[in-house]
């Protein structure tokens, strides 16, 4: 099992930043990757970074949030960040922090909430 305990998130006006941190503990050996999956009301819930865990620490950003959001480790303590600049009112959301295994998207935290006030 993995535990997944995120904080960080808030309320910002648009144009702002917020950083989201995600701590992980457990069976840490078992991911192949950690990332950050957001659930806007109304919509399926999408992903909207991750970051391998192995080797260079690949990464990976949905369009709406590239050239705004990054994602980073701290390897030493089994830490993945989320650092979201101009933040627009529709990025707007629940935020999970989620770990890769070779069967899926296996673990989910229990999510913080982002609003991005116009």
């Known amino acids: 099992q993995v535990r997944l305990v995120e904080s960080g998130g808030g309320l910002v006006q648009a144009g702002g930043s917020l950083r989201l941190s995600c701590a992980a503990s457990?069976?840490?050996?078992?991911?192949?990757?950690m990332g950050w999956h957001r659930q806007v009301p109304g919509k399926r819930r999408e992903l909207v970074t991750s970051?391998?865990?192995?080797?260079?620490?690949?990464?990976n950003y949905a369009d709406s949030v590239k050239g705004r959001f990054t994602i980073s480790r701290d390897s030493a303590k089994n830490t993945v960040y989320l650092q979201m600049n101009s933040l627009k009112p529709e990025d707007t959301g629940r935020y999970y922090c989620?770990?890769?295994?070779?069967?899926?998207?296996?673990?989910w935290g229990q999510g913080t909430q982002v609003t991005v006030s116009s």
């Open positions: 970051i391998s865990i192995g080797g260079s620490g690949s990464t």
């Open positions: 989620t770990a890769l295994r070779a069967t899926g998207w296996d673990y």
């Open positions: 457990g069976s840490i050996f078992s991911i192949n990757a």
